[in-house]
């Protein structure tokens, strides 16, 4: 087993860890428990299956995750390469045909020389060998009684949910226009807009609908039940009041009809599903609604009256590490070197940041098997912020799933004038700047091709 790295779970996290380790030569065995058994949430046979959004969130590097995945890019991630190779408009969002999407990573990951699959599910970590743990939140049974009991690590229950998808040929075009918010990039999304009266009767419907009930592995934490902000239930947020919606997903601003010049009281966005258009899923429409109820409810929202349903919306149980105090920097466990984790389930939150985790955990179970130092990414980079996130929390101590943000990034030491934008742009160009000091660390190759870009 020398120099031999075993990874558990072939999602987004695991996947990239696999494929950082592969390539800096280290033989992988990738543990994968499907076609066999699925968890609650998947159900496709390939790997790095999205199953919330096909969207991975903005491409400009003022935004947190815009810069994070700059940082990947520019650092050979696989997940970032499959991501812009199966890309469809989405504005100035980076949104993906999610099937195309999972068949590359597959491909690559399948085809690679030093990786091997290995169809099981697994419960344990094999003593000697260096191994990623990244079975994702919604890790099957025995893993997480391995890691609660014989890693000593509890986890923390949290609620998660998905969002609707409809036919495309089913929605009502005289209602429904196509416009990005503020005209910015092509207009990608569909937009029905509501008058007041038409919120007011979507409004009420949806506070008072019936919720599904619980999956038994769900109602056992029931009364722990936290649901996380970043993928609340739109019922849940409906009824924090009448106008949290219409500051949130159904904001109208800057999303005039230039058939009416008018801007509407309320704006449900439609975002693509897939490259071809045919699919569209409901901008933070996640739900724990009944199917009967969604079709209902959502109906009500002017454009859908006759929309079919490609797939409801879900609600499923996810597990977060307590991870301050037990994961480092690296992502591996302190006092246990040889055992890394990766993925959401270390408490960042979402499909780059779960890539991100990887990327780092890979890199590093590799550079433990090869004998080399371990590389911390500095928190001025939003790959190392991430990490010291993870492995130290916030000063409040009640730690929590976090996504991507400039607030756990390292502030500037001077005032940016200018704005929000302004001063972004400043900590962006800080991080881009750090980069190339740890891809040279690493052995990573892409970085040189920006250089020799901005030199030139």
């Not at 929605?171 to 007011?200: F, H, I, W």
């Not at 159904?250 to 008018?262: A, E």
């Not at 502030?411 to 302004?422: M, N």
């Amino acid at each position: 087993m020398e120099k031999t790295v075993n990874i558990y779970g072939a999602g987004l996290a695991g996947c990239e860890a696999a494929w950082q380790a592969a390539q800096r030569g280290v033989k992988v065995r990738l543990f994968e428990m499907k076609p066999h058994k699925y968890t609650p949430a998947h159900h496709s046979r390939g790997f790095a299956e999205l199953v919330c959004s096909n969207s991975l969130r903005s491409d400009r590097v003022t935004n947190a995750v815009g810069l994070l995945k700059e940082e990947l890019h520019r650092m050979d991630s696989l997940i970032m390469e499959a991501a812009y190779a199966t890309r469809v408009p989405a504005g100035s969002a980076l949104a993906v045909d999610r099937e195309l999407f999972s068949a590359y990573i597959t491909e690559k990951i399948k085809n690679h020389e030093n990786i091997e699959v290995i169809e099981r599910e697994v419960s344990d970590v094999e003593d000697g060998v260096v191994t990623v743990i990244a079975t994702g939140p919604l890790t099957s049974e025995p893993m997480a009684d391995y890691i609660q009991n014989t890693l000593g690590c509890k986890g923390l229950h949290f609620f998660d949910a998905a969002a609707p998808i409809v036919d495309a040929s089913t929605l009502n075009m005289d209602v429904v226009y196509a416009a990005s918010r503020y005209d910015k990039g092509d207009a990608d999304y569909l937009n029905c807009p509501m008058t007041r009266e038409q919120y007011d009767e979507f409004y009420n419907a949806l506070i008072t609908a019936k919720e599904a009930e619980l999956k038994e592995f769900d109602r056992e934490s029931q009364k722990d039940l936290k649901v996380f902000e970043g993928c609340m239930p739109v019922e849940v947020m409906a009824k924090r009041g009448y106008d949290t919606l219409r500051y949130g997903p159904l904001k109208p601003v800057g999303l005039v009809d230039k058939r009416t010049g008018v801007e509407a009281y309320a704006v449900v966005q439609l975002r693509r599903e897939n490259a071809e258009g045919t699919m569209y899923n409901l901008v933070g429409f996640q739900t724990h609604l009944t199917f009967p109820e969604q079709k209902r409810v959502f109906g009500m929202i002017p454009g859908l009256e006759n929309a079919e349903f490609l797939r409801y919306g879900i609600m499923h149980r996810n597990t977060y590490l307590n991870s301050p105090g037990f994961l480092d920097a690296d992502y591996s466990v302190i006092g246990n070197p040889d055992i890394f984790f990766a993925g959401q389930m270390t408490g960042v939150e979402g499909y780059i940041e779960s890539a991100g985790s990887g990327f780092v955990a890979g890199v590093n179970a590799a550079h433990r098997v090869l004998g080399k130092d371990k590389v911390i990414f500095p928190s001025t980079m939003m790959l190392g912020a991430m990490a010291k996130y993870v492995s130290t929390g916030n000063m409040s101590g009640n730690f929590v799933p976090m996504n991507a943000n400039f607030g756990i990034i390292d502030s500037l030491d001077r005032r940016v004038k200018g704005g929000k934008v302004a001063k972004y742009e400043v900590v962006a160009a800080r991080a881009l700047d750090a980069l190339p000091e740890y891809a040279e660390k690493i052995g990573a190759q892409s970085y040189k091709k920006y250089i020799s870009t901005e030199e030139n």
